[in-house]
């Protein structure tokens, strides 16, 4: 099968010249080519959302669900890209505050979900949560310290010193 | 697991897309969104040479008011766009929640109107991977003779689960299918064919490009019945639209969702609270005529006789909300 080369701007880094296949999606070249695994493969039917990425608006979107070559010159962020000044997210702050997090495994594409939803919604109400949420499956955690972390990520620093006491 | 092996092409113009489809639209799917797509490619339901991407097709990406005072919807717009359009919110509120109950966000945020109006039907058998499907027969989707769902059929029985044709219907929407140097008008009713196979009259060398919506200024309505409200297909939806206010009703129609093949156009019910209007008792006949319109029901996300059931309360909620109005 023929093989194309791409350009796909990933967290702020471009990688020119990948070279990938027809029949590859955007998740297979995350994990496969560029070596970024926290983008997680879940049930590659659009029913899990751990593939979960933001696209350049700031969307999020499934990247099982959809062809590389789609994506030829386009931007979009992972898991990888929240933390990549070193410093840890609002919202992955919030996770590991409220202990959202249990065997880890779909925490990527949660956290990816919410922080879609954060992008366009700062403060988001429950609807809107529930709504942005619906796609992605935690099986263990549960989604009440999901929806605990979001809807206090907006004033995590503030909660986090004033458990510290300070 | 990879997608079966097959070239991918991007069509950057409606005429680029249509010499493709002119040229070799048998071997082709189109991909819009890609959502339905690549899961059935990569259940290896579809295994097409090309795959041929329209999310550039800017021709087909814009929303139009029409000076008659319709409204021209492009068949490549993305259900979020839709679901957010004011004039669709004001003008067509049960088409707006028809397109919000569809999937998950994350779905919703790639996927597309015409992507979901041309849905594959989907069954229990053959929505499985193609290990399982190597336990049972072939069935008349995967090249065999015979249908799992209903064993005496001559057709397959996979079930349409498309939520937004549903509005559409009842609102009258005509559909243009164009082909290279040509264009027909078909309405949405008349697309889908009581034929898990062969479920819409769509051509190999014919897309879907846009969707027109007469004006309603009539009450509508949608509802949709699934395990779990953010990501699931229908067990059964519906569409209702009365004309008139209160229980007063001249003109009144209902669509049936993921019941059958095609969406299920109910005659005699609509026609007798035309007659009486949507009064308590006439509702409660109405429902009683439910059951001989739905045909053969098979299960699909619930059991047949549950869908027989759902079928019957969507009627009833469908037309107290319609009074409600």
Request: proline share 3%; aromatic share 4%; with cysteine.
């Amino acid at each position: 099968m023929a093989k194309h080369l791409i350009s796909l701007t990933i967290n702020g880094d471009t990688y020119e010249d990948l070279v990938v296949s027809d029949n590859q999606t955007l998740l297979d070249v995350i994990r496969g080519e560029v070596g970024l695994k926290g983008t997680k493969r879940g049930c590659t039917t659009g029913a899990c959302g751990v593939c979960t990425v933001n696209d350049a608006n700031g969307d999020a979107i499934l990247s099982c669900m959809t062809h590389v070559l789609e994506w030829d010159g386009e931007a979009i962020t992972t898991i990888e890209g929240l933390a990549d000044t070193g410093d840890l997210d609002a919202i992955q702050k919030a996770f590991v505050h409220y202990g959202a997090v249990q065997c880890g495994s779909c925490t990527p594409g949660v956290i990816m979900s919410a922080k879609a939803l954060l992008n366009a919604h700062p403060q988001p109400t429950e609807e809107q949560i529930n709504e942005a949420m619906a796609g992605v499956l935690c099986r263990c955690t549960g989604h009440v310290k999901v929806k605990e972390a979001i809807r206090n990520a907006h004033r995590i620093e503030e909660v986090v010193s004033h458990a510290a006491g300070d | 697991m990879l997608l079966p092996d097959h070239q991918y092409l991007c069509a950057d113009s409606l005429q680029a897309c249509l010499k493709t489809l002119r040229e070799s639209g048998e071997r082709t799917h189109v991909v819009a969104g890609g959502t339905d797509v690549i899961f059935n490619m990569r259940l290896r339901l579809f295994q097409p040479d090309i795959a041929l991407s329209i999310r550039r097709v800017a021709e087909i990406q814009q929303v139009e008011e029409l000076p008659d005072g319709s409204l021209r919807i492009g068949a490549g717009c993305r259900l979020v766009d839709l679901a957010e359009n004011p004039v669709i919110n004001e003008r067509y509120p049960a088409f707006a929640d028809s397109i919000r109950a569809v999937a998950s966000t994350h779905i919703r945020n790639i996927a597309t109107l015409g992507g979901n109006i041309c849905l594959k039907t989907r069954c229990w058998y053959t929505n499985n991977s193609e290990q399982w499907r190597q336990g049972v027969k072939e069935c008349f989707k995967t090249d065999g003779d015979l249908c799992h769902v209903i064993k005496s059929s001559s057709l397959c029985h996979a079930i349409n689960n498309a939520d937004t044709p549903l509005p559409l219907i009842v609102l009258g929407a005509v559909l243009t299918l164009q082909r290279e140097g040509g264009s027909r008008d078909v309405p949405i009713a008349e697309f889908y064919q009581k034929d898990g196979m062969d479920h819409t009259v769509l051509e190999a060398d014919e897309l879907v490009t846009h969707v027109t919506l007469p004006p309603c200024a009539d009450r509508t309505v949608f509802l949709k019945i699934a395990a779990r409200k953010g990501m699931d297909f229908s067990q059964a939806a519906i569409a209702g639209r009365a004309s008139g206010t209160g229980s007063q009703a001249g003109e009144v129609r209902l669509v049936l969702g993921s019941i059958s093949m095609a969406p299920i156009v109910l005659h005699e019910p609509a026609r007798l609270i035309a007659e009486q209007g949507i009064t308590d008792a006439a509702i409660e006949q109405a429902e009683e005529k439910v059951r001989a319109e739905l045909g053969e029901l098979t299960s699909l996300y619930a059991r047949a006789g549950y869908k027989a059931h759902l079928a019957k309360i969507l009627v009833r909620r469908a037309l107290k909300a319609l009074r409600e109005m």
